[in-house]
């Protein structure tokens, strides 16, 4: 009897073992990006972007762990690469990267606080 119960106490952790094993793997999924034009940050929770091939807008979830190169939120009309995975159907955003824009729209900033 002992030894049917040793034998079911190891079966139970190999099994909860393997179920981890798929869930970490399932975990690490592929990243999908999206480029397009920045519309706007709503509360500092979702990032609006608008692509540039087809004028779809799509919400991103943003948060604290999101990485932002330059490290800053992206302004209105700037070009971005999001990197994120859809995560319980919702796209979450891990890295946004500024692709184009930065000197450009800071350039225009300053003309206009000029003029």
């Known amino acids: 009897m002992k030894r049917v119960k040793c034998l079911l106490l190891v079966l139970f952790f190999v099994s909860l073992l393997i179920f981890l094993a798929a869930q970490f793997s399932e975990a690490q999924e592929r990243f999908s990006t999206f480029v397009g034009k920045v519309i706007g940050v709503r509360t500092k929770l ?15 979830r ?3 762990k999101t990485v932002y190169t330059p490290h800053r939120y992206p302004n209105p009309g700037e070009m971005v690469k999001v990197e994120y995975q859809t995560q319980r159907g919702v796209p979450v955003a891990f890295t946004v990267t500024v ?3 930065t000197k ?8 206009e606080g000029s003029k």
Do not use: H, Y
């Open 46 to 60: 979702w990032l609006d972007v608008e692509s540039q091939t087809d004028k779809a807008i799509m919400n991103f």
């Open 62 to 64: 943003i948060g604290r």
């Open 99 to 101: 692709v184009e824009g």
């Open 104 to 111: 450009e729209s800071s350039k225009e900033s300053s003309k």
